[in-house]
């Protein structure tokens, strides 16, 4: 099963960079650009190439603002959980290129918070589903608190990847 990353209608050029930047951290995972194309012919369109979930990315003044979650099932696509942007630092900010060929999901806080978001996330991006490449390192997805919960992508010697990205809420559908 394949991650698709996209991002809403008419996407900033650091949004555009952002979902990159996801799609190299995250393995497994494609980037599909949306055009023109509604929410509902991408949502459908998935569910046919047999892709398990998407995260489609908003913006609200130029930056990344939101990443919505979709479970992708047959007939049925619907929105999962809605995670709230509230700043975030990029490899394009720090000049660095990396790649994440096997990634590790790990909870640093272990509040209530922190561990419903670690087990959507582990849900979403299942570990053991993607196999080590030739091109990239083994990394971490690590969930710290801080005033907000920090998403941190991290190499084997927990050397900061990039992106990372500050989440000042989350919100979950009810079947969650």
Do not use: W
Request: net charge positive.
């Amino acid at each position: 099963m394949v991650l698709y990353i996209t991002s809403s209608r008419r996407p900033s050029v650091r949004t555009r960079i952002f979902i990159k930047e996801l799609e190299r951290v995250i393995p497994g995972s494609k980037r599909l650009v949306r055009g023109k194309k509604s929410l509902d012919d991408i949502l459908k369109l998935m569910v046919a190439e047999g892709a398990s979930h998407i995260f489609v990315i908003d913006n609200v003044k130029g930056n990344p603002s939101n990443i919505r979650i979709y479970e992708l099932y047959p007939g049925q696509p619907k929105m999962i959980a809605r995670l709230f942007i509230s700043g975030l630092s990029l490899q394009v900010d720090v000049k660095k290129k990396r790649y994440i060929s096997q990634l590790e999901i790990v909870d640093r806080c272990n509040n209530k918070d922190s561990t419903s978001l670690f087990d959507l996330l582990r849900r979403v991006i299942p570990e053991t589903r993607f196999s080590v490449t030739e091109k990239g390192v083994p990394g971490k997805l690590v969930i710290e608190c801080d005033k907000y919960l920090l998403l941190k992508f991290l190499d084997d010697r927990d050397r900061v990847l990039y992106p990372v990205i500050r989440v000042s809420r989350v919100d979950y559908e009810r079947s969650i």
